[in-house]
Each structure stands twice: as C-alpha cells, then as structure tokens.
C-alpha cells in the first residue's frame, strides 16, 4: 500500500475507495433482495452457471488461476477500457456493476438453502471478493481520468479556446496503472479464489 501514493494520486485513489463502497452495497442489497423475494432456486442456479464459461466450471488448480487471469486480468479490463473511450461518464462501470451484482444473487442463493453453510462460503469469498472488486474499483477510477480526457478533446473540436490536456498522456497512465497495480491485484485475486477460499472454508468443517 505504501507504493500506492506514487503510482496513483489521492483522488484517484479516493475515487476507487467510493467506487468500492457502491458496488459492496450492490453485492449486499442483491443479496437482501434474492434471500426476500424466495426465487427459483434451480432456474437462479442454472442461470448463474450459464453465465461462467466452460473453461472457468471444468478448470481446476493453475488452469483455473489462468482462466481467471485472462477474463478478469485481460477481457474485462479491455471492455472497461473501449467504454472509456466512449463520451458518456460512468459506462466503464457497467462491468463492475455485474461484477457486483451477481455474488450477490449467489449469497442470497445459499442462504436460503443452508444460512450456516451460507455465511461459510460468504466468509470465504470476502479476500478474494474485496481485491477483485477494489482492483476493477481502482481501474475505474483511473479510466475516469481518460474519459474526462475524452470527452475534453470532443468538446475542444467546438471550442475556439480549447482546453490543453494530453489524450496519449492519460491513456500512457492508465496502461502503467494497469500493469503495475491492477494486474497484479487480479493475479492475486485468482490465486486467493482458486486456493485460500477453499482453506477458509475448510476451516469451518
């Protein structure tokens, strides 16, 4: 943490921390809502499984670290990114939202079918949960920047007193962040996923 103030300033910084609480609070009442309204269990749980990639359910050990990598390391970050240049604020979060939303629908999911087994695996996905979510957080609010950047040069093209910001510049930063930071928050997100959720939970039994 100590190296965070240089690569990335307070606001940004900031920025990620108030991205974060928003999407805990989405994973909380998503989790809320599913546990009230009794859904179909079977039809919200083929529905989930739907949604994770074969790769992802038949991947175990470092294939399954890998798998993780390259969706949530090198897919998602690269959606986020293409939003970005988009002139519309905020469409980057749209990943982080899902990324959010669903745990959520899972927590709620397991409570209704054992509440201690529930908040067993709930405990143990909250490591890999908290640098998952932070890390696309921290990616977001750096994208922020670059949008702002974005939609600075589309209005530059109306202006006659243009405003001078660096569009190479930003994205230059945002690329450093992304490897020196983000990357790495996700590789470690995928080992905590793969091997200390199941110790946690191991833990309980």
Partial sequence: ????????NKNIFKRAVFFFIIAAT?????????YMINPDLKGVMESLGDKSSNQFRESTGIKKV????????????????VLTLIPVQFLYLINIISTAFLPGILFGVVLQVDSRKGI???????PHYFVEVFAFCLFAAVLFELNRAVRIKIRN??????????????????????????????????FLETYIADIIFSLFQ
Avoid: C, H, R
């Avoid at 943490?1 to 990335?8: D, E, G, H, R």
């Avoid at 067993?120 to 909250?126: L, N």
């Fill in 1 to 8: 943490m100590a190296t965070i103030p240089k690569i990335v």
């Fill in 26 to 34: 989405i994973t909380i009442l998503a989790t809320i809502i599913t």
């Fill in 66 to 81: 890998w798998a993780y990598v390259v969706n949530n390391g090198f897919v998602v970050p690269l959606q986020m990114f």
């Fill in 120 to 126: 067993e695996i709930i405990t143990s996905t909250i």
């Fill in 157 to 190: 093209l109306f202006k006659k007193d243009k405003e001078g910001i660096s569009l190479v510049g930003k994205i230059s930063e945002t690329i450093k962040i992304y490897v020196v930071l983000i990357l790495p928050l996700i590789i470690l997100a995928a």
